[in-house]
């Protein structure tokens, strides 16, 4: 890749996270201030990047109509949508679809429950592997060699006392998720928070996208959730069949 287009890319994805400065860019990049700002300008006329208040920079609008029309070309997040949409409304948690992706796990579509609060997760952000229901769900389902390449990006970094972090352990939580058919994420990246998640199967029988219902724990500990995992199967079902699986809950035809 060329190193102007690189950094293009490390820059719009530098203050994609939050306002930077242009210090911080050229810090960033190891760059001069004036190579920063040469790159900046051409990204700012681009609309990739825009100037906010106090000289600082920020994501620009023509990432949200280009990333718009992206999302709009995933199948199975204008398939699934409608069937996630009710999903939420009835039980009144937050939904995800997430899809494997190259090396990672990516929110392609998100549902806010009633009353939810802040949460790491955002379209189009990748999922922490180790953490997130949706991203194991998926992985536990991928080939060794598939599931190894997303895996040597994991730092399986402790969030919580509940985190996973060693490989071991993490493959054993990936068998039990076949075994039963559906992902936990108890609390593991945010403690407040608790999901399950259930695999997507295409028409090949491949899973490269799956569901995850999250709920504050106050709201709706594990148990709960857990309590409804026949229904957020048919869900999952539902949104398969549409994506021409016509097999059982375990991708078997």
């Given at each position: 890749?060329?190193?102007?287009?690189?950094?293009?890319?490390?820059?719009?994805?530098?203050?994609?996270?939050?306002?930077?400065?242009?210090?911080?860019?050229?810090?960033?990049?190891?760059?001069?201030?004036?190579?920063?700002?040469?790159?900046?300008?051409?990204?700012?006329?681009?609309?990739?990047?825009?100037?906010?208040?106090?000289?600082?920079?920020?994501?620009?609008?023509?990432?949200?109509?280009?990333?718009?029309?992206?999302?709009?070309?995933?199948?199975?997040?204008?398939?699934?949508?409608?069937?996630?949409?009710?999903l939420s409304e009835r039980y009144g948690h937050t939904v995800h679809l997430g899809e494997l992706a190259g090396d990672q796990v990516v929110y392609v579509d998100k549902i806010d429950g009633r009353g939810s609060?802040?949460?790491?997760?955002?379209?189009?952000?990748?999922?922490?592997?180790?953490?997130?229901?949706?991203?194991?769900?998926?992985?536990?389902?991928?080939?060794?060699?598939?599931?190894?390449?997303?895996?040597?990006?994991?730092?399986?970094?402790?969030?919580?006392?509940?985190?996973?972090?060693?490989?071991?352990?993490?493959?054993?939580?990936?068998?039990?998720?076949?075994?039963?058919?559906?992902?936990?994420?108890?609390?593991?990246?945010?403690?407040?928070?608790?999901?399950?998640?259930?695999?997507?199967?295409?028409?090949?029988?491949?899973?490269?996208?799956?569901?995850?219902?999250?709920?504050?724990?106050?709201?709706?500990?594990?148990?709960?959730?857990?309590?409804?995992?026949?229904?957020?199967?048919?869900?999952?079902?539902?949104?398969?069949?549409?994506?021409?699986?016509?097999?059982d809950q375990h991708g078997r035809r």
């Amino acid at each position: 890749m060329s190193q102007t287009v690189a950094r293009a890319i490390d820059i719009i994805g530098f203050v994609s996270v939050r306002h930077r400065s242009l210090g911080e860019i050229a810090e960033h990049l190891g760059v001069h201030k004036s190579t920063a700002l040469r790159l900046l300008q051409t990204l700012e006329e681009g609309g990739f990047v825009r100037r906010v208040p106090g000289g600082m920079y920020g994501m620009g609008f023509q990432l949200i109509a280009l990333g718009q029309l992206a999302l709009d070309q995933v199948e199975a997040r204008s398939l699934a949508h409608p069937i996630l949409n009710e999903l939420s409304e009835r039980y009144g948690h937050t939904v995800h679809l997430g899809e494997l992706a190259g090396d990672q796990v990516v929110y392609v579509d998100k549902i806010d429950g009633r009353g939810s609060v802040a949460m790491g997760s955002r379209i189009g952000l990748p999922a922490q592997a180790h953490t997130a229901a949706v991203a194991k769900v998926i992985l536990a389902y991928q080939d060794d060699r598939t599931r190894a390449r997303v895996l040597e990006h994991a730092a399986f970094t402790r969030f919580t006392p509940t985190t996973i972090t060693d490989a071991a352990a993490f493959e054993a939580d990936l068998a039990l998720t076949r075994e039963r058919g559906w992902a936990e994420d108890d609390g593991e990246h945010e403690d407040y928070i608790n999901c399950v998640a259930l695999p997507l199967f295409d028409a090949r029988g491949k899973v490269t996208h799956g569901i995850s219902i999250t709920a504050l724990r106050a709201v709706a500990p594990l148990g709960q959730l857990r309590a409804h995992i026949d229904d957020f199967r048919q869900a999952a079902h539902e949104i398969s069949k549409t994506l021409g699986w016509t097999g059982d809950q375990h991708g078997r035809r």
